[in-house]
């Protein structure tokens, strides 16, 4: 009876998040088809521990994050750094939003996964400093860096992202 | 500026396509944890079940008749280097041993407190490694029977493999001749910047449990094996700076404290180890120091005659002497066969040895006398010109004692095949890892040969 209730409750939860996680494992990993199994194998976590979970929505979400994490770590090639501060070569900057989100994709590609968290968590989902630190296990302190970092660098990677993540912050001088 | 974000985000993922969620991932995922959690519990208990296995049928020591009937007792004619995979004491019991040997040969960088027994009765070799290094024949004692090891303040049974410990808070000098009291030495104080002092010497009964004798030395440093028990167990002869202190049991206070009652000045000499008691328990050896001008080592001149004093006034017995002993680092008797012919051990110089004057520095004590290449087992003979070498240590064995019993006796065997015991854990563990590496590695290259053998097969096709 009780594993029937449970089994119900976890389809709604599925019908409820699973285009919303999906789109969160997909701005994790800039892939398809690895968010899909990602979004199965935290599935599958939440399924076994469904009866004890206060929040299910935000377990998801975490353990989106560790296993995008795990598998970042895990990943044989990553793409090249470009540490000498030349941005490689492109076609001009973008003439619509087409390239813009081209130009986005990619430069994401190039942050670290808890980058990508604190982005996808504050800019996508809407969610404030204080949710994101606790759905991704962190202290807001390192929310505010992390923002700041990941725009920094996407302005770095893409100075035509400009628009979207606004200029750098002026040095303050006395 | 970042609501620009948001919506280019957006646009990123909003057209991505919900995840196929199989209708069946809730059950499927649940199964799976069941199966998973039952084959680990299945695993642990497998390895629980293997390690009581392994645990309870673990190879204890071999018990070993105190009298080995294989073949009759007696100092080996031979002896070899026991290898590394030698078993322990502890492990395999040898029975009571006819010898107690250390040196270069015996350690190694890896076992470097190892020392090795041989049998009474057969060629088995045994290890013994105490947590600290022992020099065989003076920190480390074999009793006049073979049956015990006295080694850092434990008595090793060598007939059942156990050990325990020796009663008494010190460091072995003797054994009594029957083995039954032990002459010790309170462990040393020091004094910056290099002074060692010995509290006292006890005499510790093994039947009683508690120390017969107790005999403060003052200020002064007794080395390891210089001390004598008398035959009847009932006096002892220490060496104490240069002079032999002589007590006795009878005299001790009820709580076992005693001084001298007779000292004999040694003038440069040395009291000869355990055996320097006379069989009549009214005399005792001493040793005279002096130098050989056509020694067999010329760079080491030292030479020791025997004597023997009157414990009643210390004068000389009267009779022939004893042959010199030209080129030695020290002499320990091992005891008598008559009033005029003593077993001793005896130290060969090797060409590192130096001849240091008597001092009794820790650094250049008498006990340790670096450099001592070789041990030989000689017989004393009054009268006789020469000593006459029983047993010669082979290379590399630089530390000898033997069972006084057998030693007196002259009971010797012919020496046979060695027997170094079971393997021991290591050896098998590893042997273990290697088959399965090799095995491992086989198995690849087969995989590897077949693998190309289609590969082969299909090209031509």
């Known amino acids: 009876m009780d594993e029937d209730r449970a089994r119900a409750g976890f389809a709604e939860f599925v019908r409820a998040e699973n285009a919303a996680s999906t789109r969160f494992a997909y701005l994790l990993t800039g892939d398809r088809h690895h968010a899909e199994d990602l979004v199965q194998v935290a599935l599958a976590r939440v399924a076994i521990r469904w009866e004890r979970l206060d929040d299910p929505g935000a377990y998801l979400r975490r353990v989106l994050y560790t296993q995008a994490a795990s598998w970042w770590r895990r990943r044989r090639a990553r793409p090249p750094e470009q540490l000498d501060g030349f941005v490689p070569e492109r076609p001009a900057g973008p003439e619509d939003d087409t390239d813009l989100r081209v130009v986005l994709r990619a430069a994401l590609a190039r942050l670290t996964v808890r980058q990508r968290a604190v982005l996808v968590l504050r800019y996508y989902e809407d969610r404030t400093e204080a949710e994101t630190a606790e759905l991704l296990g962190c202290r807001v302190g390192t929310v505010k860096s992390q923002t700041r970092h990941a725009l920094g660098r996407l302005r770095a990677l893409a100075p035509e992202l400009a628009e979207l993540v606004g200029p750098a912050p002026q040095e303050v001088t006395r | ?461």
């Open chain 2, 1 to 461: 500026m970042t609501s620009r974000l948001s919506e280019a985000l957006h646009g990123l993922a909003d057209g991505v396509p919900a995840a196929a969620v199989p209708d069946e991932l809730f059950d499927r995922a649940r199964a799976r944890r069941r199966h998973r959690r039952a084959a680990t519990a299945g695993m642990l208990a497998v390895l629980v079940l293997l390690l009581g296995a392994g645990y309870a049928l673990r190879p204890g020591p071999v018990r070993w008749p105190a009298t080995a009937d294989s073949t009759a007792p007696g100092l080996p004619t031979r002896l070899v280097d026991p290898p590394l995979r030698t078993a322990t004491v502890g492990r395999s019991a040898p029975g009571a041993a006819a010898m107690l040997f250390g040196g270069p040969a015996v350690r190694d960088d890896w076992k470097e407190n190892r020392m090795a027994v041989v049998a009474a009765d057969t060629d088995r070799y045994r290890a013994l490694a105490p947590a600290q290094r022992q020099i065989a024949g003076f920190e480390a004692l074999l009793s006049p029977d073979g049956r015990y090891v006295w080694a850092g303040g434990l008595l090793y049974d060598l007939t059942s493999g156990r050990s325990a410990p020796a009663g008494m808070d010190g460091y072995p000098l003797a054994f009594a001749p029957d083995g039954k009291r032990l002459a010790y030495a309170e462990h040393d104080t020091f004094t910056p910047p290099n002074t060692y002092a010995t509290p006292y010497v006890g005499l510790y009964d093994r039947d009683r449990h508690t120390d017969v004798l107790r005999m403060r030395v003052g200020s002064a440093w007794v080395a390891p094996g210089q001390a004598a028990v008398s035959p009847d167990g009932g006096e002892l002869a220490v060496q104490v700076r240069d002079e032999v202190w002589l007590t006795r049991v009878v005299d001790a206070e009820p709580d076992g404290t005693v001084g001298p009652y007779r000292k004999l000045p040694l003038h440069g000499g040395r009291l000869p180890g355990a055996g320097s008691w006379l069989p009549d328990g009214r005399s005792v050896a001493t040793l005279t120091r002096s130098t050989c001008t056509d020694c067999p080592v010329p760079s080491y001149p030292r030479t020791w005659r025997l004597e023997t004093r009157t414990v009643a006034d210390g004068t000389l017995v009267p009779g022939p002497a004893f042959p010199d002993l030209r080129s030695t680092t020290y002499v320990h008797l091992v005891g008598w066969r008559s009033a005029d012919e003593a077993v001793a051990l005896v130290g060969v110089p090797g060409p590192a040895a130096v001849d240091y004057p008597e001092t009794h520095d820790i650094a250049t004590s008498p006990y340790q006398e670096h450099g001592t290449a070789s041990v030989q087992l000689m017989l004393l003979r009054r009268g006789a010109t020469s000593p006459e070498v029983l047993f010669r240590t082979p290379a590399g064995v630089t530390e000898l004692t033997v069972a006084a019993s057998l030693a007196i006796d002259g009971t010797v065997r012919e020496s046979g095949r060695p027997d170094f015991g079971p393997p021991p854990m290591w050896l098998v563990a590893a042997g273990a890892i290697l088959t399965a590496i090799a095995g491992a590695a086989i198995q690849s290259v087969v995989a590897y040969l077949r693998r190309n053998r289609r590969r082969g097969v299909s090209g031509r096709k």
